[in-house]
């Protein structure tokens, strides 16, 4: 199985590394911002490096949906995994057109109200997956995964 696996560097990467046991043994490829905590977290991975910032920032989102059609074309994923953020929205979009399942999983820390990503990935996430009981009611339909660490 081939994996894609896309967000934002800092929090939102921490949380997809934590899914290591479980994406170490597929093939994978890596969308993400070009930091330094990125670079070094994954330095032996395949990466492709995403435009940011992407919040409230049309230019890029234009750029990452562009980045989004020749990532997803060149890898040719069987799923696309992301837990955020705003990088997320157009791989889940171009993913649902092109037939590739997505599953989304919410970051922990918001649980009084729903992300930006999480309204605009909904739509689209063959899986959507909430870290708190809390976060449930936020999203209808979404299954609980608990807290990934």
Request: hydrophobic share 45%.
């Amino acid at each position: 199985m081939r994996v894609l696996l896309v967000g934002s560097s800092g929090g939102h990467l921490a949380q997809l590394l934590c899914l290591r046991p479980w994406w170490s043994e597929y093939e994978r490829h890596w969308v993400t911002f070009q930091t330094e905590d990125a670079v070094s977290r994954l330095a032996e991975e395949s990466v492709t490096w995403a435009h940011h910032p992407t919040t409230r920032n049309v230019p890029n989102l234009v750029r990452n949906a562009a980045l989004a059609r020749r990532v997803l074309r060149e890898q040719r994923p069987d799923v696309v995994i992301s837990t955020g953020a705003g990088v997320a929205v157009p791989f889940f979009w171009l993913a649902r057109l092109h037939g590739i399942a997505s599953v989304y999983l919410e970051v922990y820390d918001r649980i009084d109200s729903r992300t930006v990503t999480g309204r605009l990935c909904r739509p689209v996430a063959d899986l959507f997956l909430v870290q708190w009981s809390d976060q449930l009611r936020l999203y209808p339909s979404s299954v609980l995964l608990g807290p990934v660490w």
